[in-house]
């Protein structure tokens, strides 16, 4: 007669079992995607502060008082700077759309004379046409700028960012104050015979994110001060702009730099007659990546994440194509722990007898 154990329901199947929940977990965020955002934003900003609140704990202070206390301070200076800063943010962005309509009317006309030429010999297009499609993209480009300005001050604020305001710093506070509880409750759902091996993924895990979102975020923050403060300093149009775009972009390695420089540079092109000007804009972002490379991101971040750029690129834009920008957002975290798992299954198959072709001592 066989055991009990040799009876288990097929949906007890180790491996059959993790496959249908995860299966299920990302059937959950693409069916819900649309209405996660304030949670997944909520999660991360919780995620962020709870060391903080855990060393008020440590005064002594209760720790829904300490939840509280962080949760406000961290709102009330994000809203402050967000109302500083998107009044000229939004004249910056309406102002870059219709220079960039400019320049390509510029561009055009420098290169008419040799598209003439071209032309000339092929003879199959008229550059009267082209013109005419510079200025309808002309007018497409303004009109998509002032369109995104009003987004800012109309629509967004009022529909789309209603749940970030309201929900997102009630979802944070309770997120803060149950954390402890959330922890000791997933504990003890572990399967037992295996809680010691989960722990100690979920332990990696955690080091790795902690190491790599805390981290980058204060060097997000950094960059995006010191190339909004240069740029500005050196009287680079739209440089607040530009310098916000790249601090925050740096958050995908190369990614920022190489959209903040490109943008930059062309700006600084246009605008100034001496090269020397240029070279001050120049000078700012070859500053930034310096003082980045060599101080800022050792010493904030390391290499505790444990993921390659190219693979950190990859599922950024993937978790976008699947889960649009919630996918974006939760990208970097289970890149990270699909890193560690499968480290974890490389180990067990280089100790198994598929891979030693023998029994594993």
């Not at 180790?14 to 929940?21: D, E, S, Y």
Request: net charge neutral.
């Amino acid at each position: 007669m066989s055991s009990p154990e040799t009876k288990r329901p097929f949906l007890w199947n180790q491996p059959v079992a993790w496959v249908a929940i995860v299966a299920a977990f990302g059937f959950v965020i693409y069916a819900l995607s649309g209405v996660l955002l304030p949670f997944v934003v909520a999660a991360a900003i919780a995620y962020l502060i709870d060391p903080v609140v855990d060393r008020i704990v440590r005064v002594g202070i209760p720790r829904v008082g300490a939840a509280a206390i962080v949760t406000i301070a961290f709102f009330a200076f994000t809203t402050t700077a967000a109302v500083l800063l998107a009044p000229v943010l939004q004249h910056q962005l309406v102002g870059l759309g219709d220079r960039l309509a400019v320049v390509s009317r510029q561009l055009f006309e420098l290169a008419r004379p040799y598209l003439d030429d071209l032309f000339a010999h092929v003879g199959a297009v008229d550059v009267q046409q082209l013109s005419g499609a510079g200025d309808a993209l002309r007018t497409a480009l303004g009109w998509i700028a002032r369109a995104l300005g009003g987004v800012l001050s109309g629509g967004l604020a009022i529909v789309n960012m209603f749940a970030l305001i309201f929900i997102t710093p009630v979802v944070v506070f309770y997120l803060v104050r149950d954390w402890t509880l959330v922890h000791s409750k997933i504990d003890s759902w572990l399967p037992r015979r295996h809680a010691d091996t989960i722990r100690s993924l979920l332990s990696e895990i955690d080091a790795r994110l902690a190491g790599f979102l805390r981290g980058q975020a204060l060097v997000c923050l950094f960059l995006a001060a010191f190339y909004a403060a240069g740029l500005t300093l050196v009287d680079l149009s739209y440089g607040l702009l530009v310098g916000l775009l790249t601090g925050i972009l740096s958050f995908i390695p190369y990614v920022g730099v190489f959209v903040g420089m490109a943008t930059g540079m062309s700006i600084a092109v246009f605008q100034f007659s001496s090269w020397i000007d240029v070279g001050l804009v120049l000078a700012v972002f070859l500053t930034g990546q310096f003082l980045e490379g060599n101080f800022i991101t050792p010493k904030l971040v390391g290499d505790r994440v444990g993921l390659h750029p190219v693979w950190m690129m990859l599922s950024i834009f993937a978790g976008g194509a699947l889960f649009g920008f919630v996918g974006v957002l939760i990208a970097i975290p289970v890149a990270a722990a699909l890193g560690v798992l499968l480290r974890f299954a490389m180990k067990r198959y280089m100790e198994s007898a598929l891979y030693l072709g023998s029994d594993p001592p």
